[in-house]
């Protein structure tokens, strides 16, 4: 006997977590729940989140979403992946690009294959093997198309957004889709005194919202997961100590990079995020290594346009919440914890939380194995993202106090094997549903100068003359792809324009 389905949904928060979540249910979720989302407009949101990585193309298309709209609508560019400057030694960059490196021959992973060539003195700098890197290094971007021998289908995207506008987008996506938003702030939650679970939530002005499902969009603070439920929190701190932020609007210069880039300080790093309108830039960085007086003067010295607004200061601490799914609350977002944005992930994390959500969709039932299952894959996805991440730390070549302290640490068991086995013979052995492919690890190693000792054997089975003729041909057939491009700033105009925006009232 079937227990009666989900009749109600509350979604605490708005912000890009609320709304990719309400917009989701909307969508996917058979008609008869009635969603109820409740926001306090005042409460603005994190703004961090403005660069993403490919699966945000998967999301957008469940829900039907036209890409040039959405870039429109969002003041949105194109990201073909993220620069890394200085995180060896100052002067000193590198490349994450989106998609792979050349082909795999035979088994033999390509850049198995490049390691060979180029310790003979036969192949070029490895980023002239990718089509992103290629375009990225002429500011160039073209729609890939879909014909496979064609060499633009090797490039692949994400993309940078204002993420208050993607939220407003959202928005308007739930709500015409029949998803009721609630402004007030809440100041008490209910619990069930049978099971414990989140009854109903009060708003500030007297009146009462009861749901079956509660989902925790709230942020920091947890306001149903933490402060109702008490779950308990996983400190990451010991391994990524950087626990504040700076963020602030600058009016664009010089040309719309189709890239990220993440720059390190001397106690942390800065973003720079370059949309239509204007460029996000921020500084992360840890309080025990310097003040917010000195980072907040490191930031602004470091821009390269005018401000447009005072910086804005964050803070938080790294790690997960210790069950994302507590009872009948399902904390999506930064509710469920966090990870810097080192490497765009804070909206693939709200993304991957609704998808299981919708895969694990719970009946009034609630039966243990969903959650317990939800629970299991959320932790492990943050931990995979974290060791990720806890890589450009480990891996640095700076001399200052943080850096020496991140080099010299103890890393998780499972990152430790992974550093430990591409530095032998460049293998990487991934989990079959980890969010980085094996081409990212091998950018960000061999980037942050994690150089193998040796390589496959089977690469010595192949013809290292046949191997330059292919190699050549790549690098070539990339180059001529990518000056054939447009300028990434063209496509954008010809494609989807933003309208113009009041810059300093936006931010």
């Not at 999301?59 to 890409?67: H, W, Y």
């Not at 060979?116 to 500011?139: F, K, M, T, V």
């Not at 997961?225 to 950087?242: K, Q, R, V």
């Not at 496959?456 to 990339?478: E, G, K, N, Y």
Request: glycine content about 8%.
């Amino acid at each position: 006997m079937t227990s009666a389905p989900i009749r109600s949904i509350c979604i605490v928060g708005g912000g890009t977590a609320g709304w990719m979540t309400a917009a989701a249910l909307a969508r996917m979720v058979r008609t008869g729940v009635a969603i109820t989302l409740v926001e306090l407009e005042q409460i603005g949101t994190v703004g961090v989140g403005e660069a993403t990585i490919p699966p945000i193309l998967t999301f957008n298309a469940m829900l039907g979403i036209d890409e040039a709209e959405f870039l429109s609508r969002t003041q949105g560019s194109m990201k073909l992946g993220i620069e890394f400057v200085d995180w060896n030694a100052p002067g000193h960059r590198y490349l994450h690009p989106f998609g792979d490196y050349g082909f795999d021959i035979d088994g033999v992973k390509f850049h198995q294959i490049w390691h060979r060539l180029r310790a003979a003195g036969q192949a070029g700098a490895l980023d002239d093997y990718s089509l992103c890197a290629a375009a990225c290094a002429r500011n160039r971007y073209a729609a890939p198309p879909r014909d496979p021998a064609s060499p633009l289908s090797r490039l692949v995207h994400a993309y940078h957004f204002d993420a208050a506008l993607y939220a407003a987008f959202l928005r308007d996506y739930a709500e015409q889709r029949g998803v009721a938003r609630r402004e007030g702030k809440i100041v008490d939650v209910a619990l069930r005194g049978s099971d414990g679970h989140v009854e109903r939530v009060l708003l500030e002005d007297g009146s009462r919202l009861a749901a079956d499902l509660f989902i925790d969009c709230s942020g920091f603070r947890g306001l149903l997961i933490e402060d109702a439920l008490h779950t308990g929190y996983e400190d990451w701190t010991h391994w990524l100590p950087c626990d504040r932020a700076l963020a602030v609007p600058t009016a664009n210069i010089g040309p719309l990079t189709p890239y990220t880039r993440a720059t390190a300080r001397a106690a942390g790093w800065q973003w720079r995020i370059p949309l239509q309108h204007r460029t996000g830039n921020g500084y992360v960085y840890s309080s025990a290594h310097i003040s917010d007086d000195e980072a907040a003067a490191t930031l602004l010295a470091n821009l390269e346009g005018e401000p447009l607004a005072d910086p804005r200061p964050l803070r938080f601490t790294t790690g997960r919440r210790k069950r994302a799914w507590n009872r009948n609350v399902v904390a999506i977002g930064l509710s469920s914890g966090f990870l810097e944005p080192l490497e765009s992930t804070s909206i693939h994390l709200i993304q991957a939380g609704i998808a299981r959500l919708l895969a694990l969709f719970p009946d009034s039932g609630w039966g243990d194995p969903e959650r317990d299952a939800y629970n299991q894959l959320t932790r492990s996805q943050y931990e995979r993202v974290r060791d990720f991440v806890v890589l450009h730390y480990k891996t640095n070549g700076r001399d200052e106090p943080l850096w020496r302290q991140v080099r010299e640490m103890d890393v998780p068991d499972s990152l430790s094997q992974r550093i430990a086995l591409f530095a032998n013979r460049g293998r990487i052995f991934r989990h079959e549903d980890e969010l980085f492919a094996e081409a990212s690890w091998v950018a960000v190693l061999l980037g942050q100068g994690v150089m193998p000792r040796g390589w496959d054997p089977l690469a010595d089975a192949l013809d290292p003359a046949q191997l330059s003729v292919m190699l050549d041909r790549i690098r070539t057939t990339f180059a001529r792809a990518a000056d054939a491009m447009p300028l990434h700033s063209d496509w954008l105009a010809h494609h989807c324009p933003a309208p113009p925006l009041d810059l300093r009232k936006a931010s």
